[in-house]
């Protein structure tokens, strides 16, 4: 455990911690940040006085990107809510989207301490240490996840950096520097595997025994993470951040039973519906959308803020000793489509698909038939084949089936051939947005 003290501290305790923590950050905000007076105020909340504690924050208005993004003026190009003078922001980091102006994230010294302390803990839980060598794929540059380089070495570990884009270097680096830990996302991990086999390189001796996962969701999934292990002969756990809040927020440790939470003290999260907003009491088993608010954050704190990841949550003890609740990652509820009345979330139709290996490859791409949301059935997927392996109407039908016993909506299932799906190094693209979509 990289931190007993907090790591192990019962949660009851944890909670009264944070809510003393949680009144001064609120009056922090009222103090430094314009966005946040206007945003509490036209809501009715002029004071700290009249937010009061964490009992109460379900009573808060909900802050989302294009609030954020909103606030945003030529003269001020991080947006009303930068709460810290510009002479005390240490780093700039800015979003990895693709179009538009991008989103700048500003981090005081302080800030880039605790991201570096929340993300150290999310790290260590899969059970690397210091002296192990790892292996990463994340192009961190300007981007957020250039905090996982300060986490690493905050661990002691060996870093070695491939960066995006280039797989044949990064095999290389596996045969001849004999890393103990891969990070990558947990497509790509199984792309590796795909560019192995196909090649004859024996990765499953190779000298990776931990594979850390994160990017996207799906490194929970029970088939993916049985494939991506029995390729590698490598246990594999997962973690998760959202770039607003800190780099890596959740963590699994090697029990494989969920990520636990490793903001406490720095972060308070809570779930809700995310159709309704209404909170959804912290219980085990509980699903909704994860919501977070700073409590020690200087440079650009937010409240009530909207992750659009759902997750399903475990708060039953963990052997580990960890006392934190833990979740699994269901998906984006901005990449959920409605059949019929049924959320459909991409990654529980890849998992289902993965039920079907070796006879699939585990690549999928959703192709919805309008830009709405909502989707008339059957919902189109491409499924693609393994190596080798010729159409079936079987195959087709099994998987349609499978999907419409565990999913509840029906489909159409096309089996395209090994290869023709695209693969990334990155996070991977399971719904094909259809145009104006």
Sequence with gaps: MHDPDVEARPWAEQSQIDDAAYRTQVAYLFENSPF??????????????????????????????????????????????????????????????????????????????????????????????????????YNAGPFVAGVTLDAFAALGLCHIPVGAGNTER????????????????????????????????????????????????????????ARIEDAWGARVTEAMGIGDISVSLWGECERQSGMHFSGRGLVHFELVDPETGAPVPIEDGATGELVYTHLAHQSAPVLRFRSRDHVVIHTGPCDCGRTAPRVRCIGRTDDMLIVRGVNVFPTAVREVVNEFAPAV???????????????????????????????????????????????????????????????????????????GG
């Excluded at 190009?77 to 538009?100: E, F, K, M, V």
């Design 36 to 137: 946040y007076r206007k945003h509490l105020g036209d809501a009715g909340f002029h004071s700290a006085a009249d937010v009061g504690g964490l009992s109460d924050i379900a009573a808060l208005p909900f802050t989302t990107k294009d609030d954020l993004r909103q606030s945003r003026t030529e003269d001020n190009a991080i947006g009303g809510h930068l709460a810290a003078p510009l002479d005390d922001i240490q780093r700039i980091y800015s979003t990895s989207g693709t179009t538009g102006t991008p989103s700048y994230i500003p981090l005081t010294k302080q800030d880039l301490a605790n991201w570096v302390a929340i993300s150290s803990i999310s790290y260590a839980a899969s059970g690397v240490r210091a002296g192990h060598r790892l292996v990463s794929t």
């Design 170 to 225: 990064l095999m290389s680096a596996v045969q001849l520097l004999n890393p103990d830990v891969l990070a990558c996302t947990p497509s790509y991990a199984l792309h590796l595997a795909e560019w192995a086999d196909a090649r004859n390189v024996d990765i499953r001796n190779s000298s990776v025994k931990r594979i850390l996962v994160a990017g996207e969701p799906g490194g929970g999934e029970p088939a993916l993470r």
């Design 361 to 435: 490859s585990g690549v999928i791409s959703i192709q919805p038939t309008s830009a709405d949301v909502k989707q008339q059935p059957p919902l189109p997927i491409k499924v693609e084949l393994a190596a080798e392996q010729e159409p079936d109407d079987g195959l087709a039908d099994r998987i349609r089936q499978r999907i419409r016993d565990k999913l509840l909506f029906t489909s159409a299932i096309d089996l395209v051939p090994h290869g023709s799906l695209p693969r990334t190094d990155y996070k991977s693209k399971l719904v094909e947005k259809t145009k």
